[in-house]
């Protein structure tokens, strides 16, 4: 009688270990998803705020630089895709 309670005993703590080894899992599965997730979200923010920067620099070269003006004007006023391409050529060779 007293071994059977032993046995009983044994199983019931082997349970209880194979539980706690799987909510261990679990929470390390659960934690270096957490980590993952939140890495892509800063790197993200980041590329976004590195553009959002990037191209407030070129809008701050653009209006204060009277040569980028000048190269920029064939873009801003024709509406056609080709003469655009050779507006661009001609002011980046020179031919005014």
Not at 75 to 83: A, G, I, N
């Amino acid at each position: 009688m007293k071994l059977l309670k032993q046995s009983s005993f044994s199983k019931n703590h082997l349970v209880g270990y194979v539980l706690i080894l799987v909510i261990l899992l679990n929470s390390l599965l659960f934690r270096q998803e957490a980590v993952r997730i939140a890495r892509k979200q800063s790197e993200d923010a980041a590329n976004v705020f590195m553009h959002c920067l990037n191209t407030e620099i070129e809008t701050s070269a653009l209006m204060n630089d009277l040569n980028l003006q000048e190269h920029a004007c064939p873009y801003t006023t024709t509406k056609d895709d080709v003469t655009r391409y050779e507006g661009g050529r001609r002011r980046a060779f020179g031919i005014v």
